[in-house]
């Protein structure tokens, strides 16, 4: 069974993969959350047979499971908990599943593949790229003042076909 602790702030969820893990505040921890509200031990989760268990170790703050205050509790996929003020989502699933942070990671792979070849290409040609392409849009003062649509090669817009009594101009 794969259990994840989902951080509701958009940090990385947090992979709990030890039978008993230490959550808490320092390095004392098995799993260190850095928040202000959290003890230095807080909490302790045991994993057994596709449930996961928590326990509060007397925090000054608490630990709260879908909203209520517990010393301990079984949580569920999906359960909401909250260590002090840091709040989170439970993910318990089979080990073939990818997990939330086996996501997270994989995301973050391919979104650092695209910067290093952004980098590549900023190397190859560090000129910004433009609409145009390599070609950039005469300015307005560059334009003749009387200049038609052949000399500036330019297709004729479809309402440019129509006469002003609204008949269709022959092209041929």
Request: aromatic share 2%.
């Amino acid at each position: 069974m794969k259990a994840e602790l989902i951080p509701d702030n958009g940090d990385p969820p947090i992979p709990i993969s030890r039978d008993v893990t230490i959550v808490g505040r320092r390095d004392v921890a098995d799993v260190v959350i850095d928040h202000p509200s959290l003890s230095k031990r807080h909490c302790v989760l045991v994993k057994t047979d596709g449930l996961l268990v928590i326990r509060d170790l007397l925090t000054t703050n608490g630990t709260k499971v879908k909203g209520q205050r517990i010393r301990w509790a079984a949580l569920l996929p999906g359960d909401k908990i909250a260590l002090g003020a840091y709040k989170m989502r439970v993910y318990l699933g089979p080990d073939e599943a990818m997990a939330p942070s086996e996501l997270h990671q994989k995301r973050a792979g391919k979104i650092a593949d695209l910067r290093r070849a952004e980098e590549t290409l900023r190397k190859i040609d560090p000129k910004p790229a433009t609409r145009f392409g390599a070609f950039a849009a005469p300015s307005l003062e560059e334009l003749p003042s009387s200049a038609s649509c052949d000399e500036l090669a330019i297709e004729p817009k479809a309402r440019d076909l129509v006469d002003d009594d609204d008949s269709i101009i022959d092209l041929d």
